[in-house]
């Protein structure tokens, strides 16, 4: 069935490095994507989000780049710190015949002082 | 401007009994998404309630259901609990129908005995 999902299932980085946690997904149809950061004991967070007709979109300190030929979604952090720790989620809007949002396993980002 | 409140925050029952969870979406937000979210299937799409109708429907069976009031808040009920339905239920509001960002609350995590 049509999924989302992720490369790496968890990633550590130094503080201060840049970390790009990836995505791929399966529904071509898909016109609208969004990353989440959930940290322990609170719900997802909305951080970024990018529509189909652009490839990169920018925030503070944070960038998505989305790659409609080969399906696939990045979400780079610059200079990574340590209240960036958290399992970071990427989802597509799909069009279903249901719509609905549907996410990814997610990652889980450590960041290493 | 509030976020989305959720009550009750934690929750133990035991299997075979029935619960009901309140979401109380973002002030002028007329839809509510609901989510189950485990450690091992990740983040699952319940359903969707907009004006008082569900709108969208994940594939859970009928013991899950739902329903909102003409002030959009939202409450879902779980019948027959089983074990396997222990986890951290979530409510996103949006804007509007299928509103591709959604705010989520921070969840009531259900343990069931």
């Known amino acids: 069935g049509e999924s989302v999902g992720l490369h790496l299932p968890t990633l550590s980085v130094q503080e201060g490095d840049n970390s790009i946690i990836n995505c791929a997904y399966s529904n071509s149809a898909s016109d609208y994507f969004i990353w989440y950061k959930q940290e322990s004991g609170k719900g997802p967070q909305f951080i970024i989000d990018?529509?189909?007709?652009?490839d990169k979109r920018q925030g503070q300190r944070v960038t998505v780049l989305l790659n409609k030929t080969v399906k696939h979604l990045s979400l780079q952090i610059a200079a990574t710190q340590p209240g960036d720790s958290a399992v970071y989620f990427c989802?597509?809007?799909?069009?279903?015949?249901?719509?609905?949002?549907?996410f990814g396993p997610g990652t889980s980002l450590s960041v290493i002082p | 401007k509030a976020g989305v409140t959720q009550t009750p925050r934690y929750l133990i029952k035991t299997r075979g009994q029935q619960v009901t969870l309140s979401c109380s979406p973002i002030?002028?937000?007329?839809?509510v998404s609901w989510y189950q979210q485990t450690p091992g299937q990740g983040l699952q799409f319940l359903f969707e309630y907009f004006s008082e109708t569900q709108r969208n429907k994940g594939n859970f069976p009928g013991r899950f259901s739902g329903r909102q009031f003409s002030n959009s808040r939202s409450e879902m009920n779980v019948s027959t609990l089983e074990l396997g339905d222990s986890a951290l239920y979530l409510c996103?509001?949006?804007?509007?129908?299928?509103?591709?960002?959604?705010?989520f609350g921070p969840g009531t995590r259900l343990l069931v005995l």
């Open positions: 996103a509001s949006s804007f509007k129908l299928n509103g591709e960002t959604q705010y």
């Open positions: 989802a597509e809007n799909a069009k279903t015949s249901y719509d609905k949002v549907i």
């Open positions: 002030s002028g937000h007329r839809s």
């Open positions: 990018i529509r189909s007709n652009m």
